[in-house]
């Protein structure tokens, strides 16, 4: 069994900074894909940034430039650096991690809030 631990969400002002972390635990693994998610109020969850064992990152292209996803492999932890928040980008911020690159995500995180004022 894995458990994902978010941390980090807060309130910030728009144009401010947030560092989301996630850490993975309660196994032994390798090769998987970490990613981050969101869900605001009254929306459905959608993806915001992935990165695979290899360090490739992939991101949706409403954070591009925004929002990087840099992961330590040796603590099983991946990050979510917010730069330049927007208050659209007020939702609950969700780390998944998939087992096999390209085959979904097997795990999930409880969430963390993230709240943008404007």
């Known amino acids: 069994q894995v458990q994902l631990v978010e941390s980090g969400g807060g309130l910030v002002q728009a144009g401010g900074s947030l560092r989301l972390s996630c850490a993975a635990s309660?196994?032994?693994?390798?090769?998987?894909?970490m990613g981050w998610f969101r869900q605001a109020p009254g929306k459905e969850r959608e993806f915001v940034a992935g990165i695979k064992w290899s360090g490739e990152t992939y991101y949706a292209e409403f954070v591009k430039g925004r929002f990087t996803i840099p992961r330590d492999n040796r603590k099983n932890t991946v990050y979510l650096q917010m730069n330049s928040l927007k208050p659209e980008d007020t939702a609950i911020y969700y780390c998944?991690?998939?087992?096999?690159?390209?085959?979904?995500?097997?795990?999930w995180g409880q969430g963390t809030q993230v709240t943008v004022s404007s």
């Open positions: 309660g196994r032994t693994f390798s090769g998987y894909t």
């Open positions: 998944a991690l998939g087992l096999v690159a390209g085959k979904g995500y097997d795990y």
